[in-house]
């Protein structure tokens, strides 16, 4: 009898001891070592996908006095039940962390963050919030002046093949997927050395994987790559 394979999305698990601390997020990393012993308001940025959300789920663990959330999204009618919401799971915590999806946030939520910071200011509490933005996605107005007078800490993305290589087996670690360090080492040799990429390729991999219930080593994972090029190429 053969177990049926079942196709289910396992919750990402985060641990400190899973964390890069690569050359480009040594300063970041750093600064909020400081922020947990002196507290403040921070910012923290990066261009591209960096492992803010790692970093602040790490620590979320490791400091139980650290609150986190993930604003969700929240519709006009909804904005203050949000911020309520908010304030029940940080209010007993000593220190806030908000963990904002990249790109530009709905009014509403944007108007719920806005007054979340401005209650961190009421009450004292030490504010860090991660969040991946351009300048034109800063809004509303009320909360792009807010975010602007907070220090800005920016966290770069790992650049050597070392660090890349880590990040992409703490990646895989943390969404529990089983991938061969091989196949990590084809990717560095065959896709831009751009995390972003290289992080939705794996993820990619890992689903079509999972679809044909095959495993994912370094022989399927060539095979798959060189569809997908084909794919590119019959598409351009």
């Known amino acids: 009898m053969h177990q049926q394979l079942l196709e289910l999305t396992l919750p990402a698990r985060y641990s400190y001891g899973d964390w890069v601390q690569h050359a480009g997020a040594e300063a970041a990393h ?15 940025r ?14 979320a663990e490791e400091h139980p006095h650290i609150g986190l959330i993930r604003p969700g999204l929240a519709s006009a009618d909804h904005g203050w039940a ?7 799971d940080l209010d007993e915590r000593a220190l806030w962390m908000v ?7 709905p009014y509403a939520t944007g108007i719920a963050l806005f007054h979340l910071i401005e209650r961190a200011r009421e009450m004292h509490r030490p504010l860090l919030v991660a969040w991946r933005c351009g300048e034109e996605e800063l809004a509303p107005p009320e909360l792009a002046s807010r975010m602007k007078g907070m220090e800005q800490v920016s966290m770069a993305p790992p650049h050597t093949d070392a660090d890349l290589r880590g990040v992409l087996m703490s990646v895989a670690a943390s969404c529990q997927w089983s991938v061969d360090e091989a196949v990590l080492t084809l990717l560095l040799s065959r896709l831009p050395r751009d995390l972003s990429v290289l992080v939705d390729t794996l993820d990619a991999m890992e689903r079509a994987a999972l679809q044909q219930r095959r495993r994912l ?3 399927w994972a060539r095979q798959y790559l060189v569809q997908w090029q084909q794919g590119e190429d019959h598409r351009s």
Not at 30 to 44: D, M, S, T
Not at 46 to 59: I, Q
Not at 82 to 88: E, M
């Open 99 to 105: 963990d904002v999806e990249a790109g530009p946030l």
């Open 82 to 88: 949000l911020v309520n919401t908010w304030l029940a």
């Open 217 to 219: 080593n370094v022989v």
């Open 30 to 44: 750093n600064r909020l070592a400081l922020w947990l012993v002196h507290g403040g308001r921070l910012w923290l």
């Open 46 to 59: 990066s261009d591209t996908p960096a492992g803010k959300t790692h970093l602040l789920h790490a620590l």
